[in-house]
């Protein structure tokens, strides 16, 4: 599937922009929302000259309607702004996901956007778990509520200490690794 391969390809780029820099380029997510859109457009207009059918696209070429491909991008693109307002996610993640969702669509967009949170969510935990310790996270967390009880309210923690609670987060290789389970269906077993 050309769709598939050229996604891998724009996400493995930022990937390694991301792990590298901590940076996920313009060039990058604005050449790949292009590339989809281009992609579903060039689809449409052979379907609709007759040139070739519909089933062909889909699983040789890996082709949405062009209206999906638009839906998908606004759909993750509109969740990531809300993201990047509330939650100080970073720029370049939003336009990632908004390209993900170019590719997929809405449904499979916004399954990969999930897969994205919660694979990032966990390997941000095992980073703190890594950099803080299991046992200095344990006595912390429970010096910390023992005060809030003692004290009826919540104890606000040092610079220091929130440093430390806030490791870098990545998102573009959890998107890899949501890409790749949304498109081969790796956990379609237990649906």
Same mark, same amino acid.
């Given at each position: ?7 891998? *390809? !724009?996400?493995?780029?930022?990937? *390694?922009?991301?792990?590298?820099? @901590? ?12 590339? =989809? #859109?281009?992609?579903?457009a060039a689809g449409s207009l052979l379907i609709a000259g007759g040139? %070739? ?6 699983? %040789?070429?890996?082709? &949405? $309607?062009?209206?999906?491909? +638009?839906?998908? #991008? ?10 990047? %307002?509330?939650?100080q996610i970073g720029g370049g993640d939003v336009k990632l996901i908004?390209?993900?969702? *170019?590719?997929?669509? $809405? ?18 935990? &095992? ?14 967390? +429970? ?9 009826? @309210? ?8 929130? *440093?430390? !609670? ?8 959890? =998107?890899?690794?949501?890409?790749? &389970? ?6 379609? %077993?237990?649906?």
């Amino acid at each position: 599937m050309l769709a598939t391969i050229l996604l891998i *390809a !724009l996400v493995l780029t930022a990937t *390694a922009t991301d792990l590298a820099r @901590h940076k996920i380029y313009n060039w990058t997510t604005y050449t790949g929302m292009l590339a =989809a #859109l281009g992609l579903s457009a060039a689809g449409s207009l052979l379907i609709a000259g007759g040139w %070739v059918g519909e089933e062909w696209l889909r699983r %040789v070429i890996g082709w &949405i $309607p062009l209206s999906e491909s +638009l839906l998908g #991008l606004a759909a993750c693109g509109l969740l990531m702004l809300v993201c990047f %307002v509330l939650f100080q996610i970073g720029g370049g993640d939003v336009k990632l996901i908004a390209m993900l969702g *170019a590719f997929l669509g $809405p449904e499979q967009g916004i399954e990969a956007m999930l897969w994205t949170f919660v694979l990032g969510g966990c390997a941000g935990l &095992i980073v703190l778990i890594w950099r803080v310790g299991p046992l200095r996270l344990c006595a912390r967390t +429970l010096r910390q509520l023992f005060w809030s009880l003692r004290l009826g @309210h919540w104890e606000p923690l040092t610079d220091d200490e929130c *440093a430390q !609670l806030q490791p870098p987060l990545y998102l573009a290789p959890c =998107a890899l690794a949501a890409v790749a &389970i949304v498109r081969f269906g790796f956990f379609d %077993v237990f649906a």
